[in-house]
């Protein structure tokens, strides 16, 4: 499978985007997909993970309450919903891909990433 994101962009304080995750070459079926973050000199944070098997969730303590996320009907795009965005929330956005279906927002576990796509939080 492949994976490719949308839906970022430049956005005020409060404000909401959804982004996407889009799957090429199979369904995501039998997968995990996860939402994490980057900024520039700091780890990759894992933020959402989705269970394809039974759509049970979990996030990170930093957006849970303001982000949703969730799979389409056809489960080949997973969406991110960002709600009440603060400034921090200012990352480059990644989808990823885990084969075993459990719900780790630990990096190293997925093997199948997206390229990315940015989010920014200013007034």
């Known amino acids: 499978v492949q994976l490719v994101e949308s839906g970022g962009g430049l956005v005020q304080p409060g404000g909401s985007l959804r982004l996407s995750c889009a799957a090429s070459g199979s369904s995501l079926d039998d997968y995990a997909i996860a939402w994490f973050r980057q900024v520039p000199e700091k780890e990759r944070e894992g933020i959402a993970v989705?269970?394809?098997?039974?759509?049970?969730?979990e996030y990170a303590d930093s957006v849970k309450g303001r982000f949703t996320i969730s799979f389409d009907e056809t489960k080949t795009t997973v969406y991110l919903q960002l709600n009440s965005l603060k400034p921090e929330d200012t990352a480059v956005y990644y989808c990823?891909?885990?084969?075993?279906?459990?719900?780790?927002?630990?990096?190293?576990?997925?093997?199948?990433w997206g390229q990315g796509t940015q989010v920014t939080v200013s007034p």
């Open positions: 989705i269970s394809s098997s039974d759509g049970t969730t």
């Open positions: 990823a891909a885990d084969y075993a279906d459990l719900l780790r927002l630990d990096p190293t576990a997925y093997g199948v």
